[in-house]
């Protein structure tokens, strides 16, 4: 029995030793130092958490993906990252990762750090034959090296004058509402724009597509201090879709930038409007849902509170359909000399009843009869605009 158990010990270190042989021939000594250091040993060895920090390129920002990745991939997550901090756009990959998890991981990265704007979502990687990780990557870039730090320097500078323009005594609802507008009122959807899929088309070129607005709002928010994280998925009768997610007072709530803009809004719902579009800010998951579909890359968290909606901050809101409350507001709305009034109901059945009254019934009446007077003319067109989705009405004066 005992030459039996040294015989299978001399056996079971043969197989090691040729496997170490077949490994060493096919990569470097020293990319095979590191990976015994990284892969085959625990003892001692300083992680890439633990290098990042030293090197001061760990993360300021709060990492939504890196949180909701299983725990053995942080590493990897990490060592990414200090490699794209580090411009080391290629080169071997010591942490332990099979292809499926590398990408899922490397997605991440990218979506918690908009800043990281010179790196494309592609890239190329090389799997060992004999343990099936991935053992070095390529990553595919759009900004040359030597370019980077100036363009940074642009990026921040383009960030930092929308900060300034927000008041120091501003809430984070207030701040996400500015943030929200000011990039929509810079930037004009254009699917054959430069770079639209990174910060760079909204903050320096100010023509993008969703990934980039919504890169930019998050990245904006994260340089003020705030939550704020890129969301993937599909929209309704259309294709792939990215937009956002924020927290404000411990909530969190959805934002679509690009749906925001009214030209992209006409595109989608064929409505002629130059008037901002507010149903995605700060949104439910109960409204955005019936047009857009997360992809499930990540664990999203419910988004149920209607506290921080657009109307409802805005006393737009109405829980149930009231004739008089209705009326007075209609009435304020034309004798203020707005230029429209919008109001969301809280149900369908109130919204359906809102709009009987309004259009078919005699709500409206006085409201129009002061118009032609303040304007001495006999008839007055005014338009309107619903949205069953919403339980949105909207009616434009002039």
Request: charged share 20%; proline share 3%; aromatic share 16%.
């Amino acid at each position: 029995m005992r030459r039996h158990g040294i015989w299978h010990f001399f056996l079971d270190l043969l197989i090691i030793l040729l496997a170490a042989a077949v490994l060493l021939s096919a990569t470097p000594a020293g990319e095979m130092s590191e990976r015994v250091k990284y892969a085959w040993s625990n003892g001692g060895t300083e992680t890439w958490e633990e290098a990042a920090v030293k090197e001061g390129i760990n993360s300021e920002v709060e990492e939504y993906y890196y949180e909701n990745l299983p725990e053995e991939f942080h590493e990897t997550y990490r060592e990414i990252y200090v490699h794209i901090m580090r411009n080391e756009d290629s080169g071997p990959l010591y942490s332990d990762i099979k292809v499926d998890d590398f990408w899922k991981t490397y997605y991440a990265v990218l979506a918690d750090h908009p800043e990281i704007f010179w790196i494309d979502t592609s890239a190329q990687i090389q799997e060992s034959g004999l343990t099936k990780k991935v053992v070095s990557y390529n990553f595919d870039t759009t900004v040359p090296e030597e370019s980077r730090a100036f363009m940074k320097e642009q990026i921040q500078d383009a960030a930092d004058s929308c900060i300034s323009q927000i008041p120091e005594s501003a809430t984070e609802y207030e701040k996400i509402k500015f943030v929200y507008e000011y990039i929509i009122d810079r930037t004009e959807y254009d699917s054959s724009g430069e770079d639209n899929q990174n910060i760079q088309s909204v903050l320096l070129n100010q023509r993008s597509v969703c990934a980039g607005y919504s890169k930019a709002f998050q990245y904006i928010l994260n340089r003020m201090g705030l939550f704020c994280t890129y969301i993937t998925g599909t929209i309704k009768n259309g294709g792939d879709h990215g937009w956002s997610m924020v927290r404000i007072d411990g909530q969190y709530y959805y934002v679509d930038v690009t749906w925001g803009d009214p030209v992209f809004a006409n595109q989608v719902d064929g409505a002629a409007s130059h008037v901002m579009n507010y149903n995605y800010l700060c949104c439910t998951e109960y409204d955005l849902f019936r047009t857009h579909t997360p992809d499930g890359s990540i664990p999203l968290p419910p988004c149920t509170m209607d506290n921080y909606n657009y109307y409802v901050m805005n006393g737009m809101y109405y829980e149930t359909f009231d004739y008089d409350t209705v009326y007075n507001r209609v009435m304020e709305s034309v004798w203020a000399g707005e230029e429209n009034i919008v109001m969301k109901f809280g149900s369908g059945d109130a919204y359906e009843q809102a709009k009987y009254e309004l259009f078919e019934g005699n709500l409206l009446s006085d409201a129009g009869q002061y118009l032609m007077e303040i304007n001495g003319v006999s008839q007055w067109n005014y338009r309107y605009n619903t949205d069953e989705g919403f339980n949105l009405i909207t009616i434009y004066w002039r």
